[in-house]
């Protein structure tokens, strides 16, 4: 990607956020503006200072989303370490002794093979995180500098929040989507084993079931998993 492409990716970032009401709609046009911007990223995810502790509010891929939910279950990874020291973090999946034996090898089995975490800081706060992830190759130091300027985009969108519960609510989806997705499917896997049946047949169960008894498939799903709970 040459300059003129980056400066011309961070041109239509401005007029995007120039346009969004929201912190959810701005930190959500920084993390697409990272996927055509900074060389080599394919998903990028924002995580959020909450009460001091990081949190998913933007993402561009679900595979991303659960690379960062990896590090928070783990505590361990490029966005806590970014978030706890302030630093940039720039990780080379290729190399074989790395600082992050959780991590690693769950970015490994999604096919990452670089990560760049920088912070975004306002007032000498650390407010969030840019999260980048390449499939292709480590990233250098272009990819750090367009990404820096990046993270200060993210710092001046959290600033103009007039408070973090715009935040929180953008958080609140952004999680709940990925422990819903994740309760739906082991719904799905507890029925495939109970009924012998394929995991097609297991969604039209689940879909039979929710318009059977006039609930979402969700509310099925926690239901089955509740109900297949072994006992005390």
């Known amino acids: 990607m040459s300059l003129d492409d980056v400066t011309g990716a961070l041109q239509q970032l401005a007029e995007v956020l120039q346009t969004q009401e929201t912190l959810g709609g701005a930190l959500a046009g920084i993390a697409e503006a990272a996927t055509r911007s900074v060389p080599g990223c394919d998903a990028a995810t924002i995580a959020i200072s909450i009460e001091g502790r990081p949190a998913t509010a933007a993402m561009t891929a679900r595979a991303a989303l659960e690379l960062d939910m990896v590090q928070y279950d783990t505590n361990d990874g490029p966005c806590l370490t970014s978030f706890a020291t302030a630093s940039t973090i720039r990780l080379d999946l290729a190399e074989g002794d790395e600082p992050f034996p959780h991590f690693a090898p769950a970015a490994r089995r999604r096919g990452v093979r670089g990560v760049l975490s920088v912070p975004a800081t306002w007032g000498g706060e650390l407010v969030a995180t840019l999260n980048l992830y390449s499939r292709t190759r480590p990233f250098d130091e272009s990819a750090v500098a367009v990404a820096t300027v990046l993270a200060a985009q993210v710092a001046i969108a959290v600033s103009r929040s007039p408070e973090f519960a715009a935040a929180r609510a953008v958080v609140d989806g952004a999680q709940r989507t990925a422990e819903d997705q994740a309760d739906v499917d082991l719904a799905s896997g507890l029925l495939m084993v109970t009924q012998g049946c394929t995991a ?4 039209g169960l689940l879909r039979e079931a929710a ?18 709970k072994p006992s005390r």
């Not at 097609?200 to 969604?203: D, K, N, T």
């Not at 318009?211 to 297949?228: G, P, V, W, Y």
């Open 211 to 228: 318009a059977h008894d006039e609930q979402t498939i969700l509310q099925i799903a926690r239901r089955i998993i509740q109900e297949n």
């Open 200 to 203: 097609e047949q297991a969604e």
